[in-house]
């Protein structure tokens, strides 16, 4: 097995490890991440009625125009933290269970976790 065949695999062992126990209820939404090579996703998802219910990226129209040239990717997912906690408490969303979708608790995923926290979240 290659380097990158090794690395996919741990990833979707990890991914199944965490997603096994973290299921959304009506009281607790779950929050869920993806993390590519030059951007950030977040969503919060409703899985009863598995629908998106609120949703923040890098290639937001409103997080692309507070990005700057010089601003690296960890501060890029702070901002997509605030601002998807700014949306999840228009949309009366406060408490989430966290879903690292196989990622490692590090860097833009720790980072974009913690200015959640910071904007009112709860998980």
Do not use: C, W
Not at 73 to 82: D, H, I, M, Q, Y
């Amino acid at each position: 097995m290659n380097r990158l065949d090794l690395k996919t695999f741990r990833h979707a062992r990890r991914n199944r490890r965490v997603r096994k126990n973290i299921h959304g209820t009506p009281e607790r939404l779950r929050l869920t991440i993806y993390r590519s090579l030059n951007h950030i996703y977040a969503q919060i998802i409703d899985d009863v009625a598995a629908t998106t219910v609120v949703a923040a990226s890098t290639l937001d129209k409103d997080i692309r125009a507070k990005i700057s040239d010089g601003m690296s990717k960890v501060e890029e997912s702070k901002l997509v933290g605030s601002m998807l906690a700014d949306r999840a408490k228009a949309a009366k969303v406060t408490k989430v269970a966290f879903d690292r979708n196989g990622f490692l608790y590090h860097g833009r995923v720790k980072a974009l976790a913690e200015a959640a926290r910071e904007s009112g979240l709860d998980f």
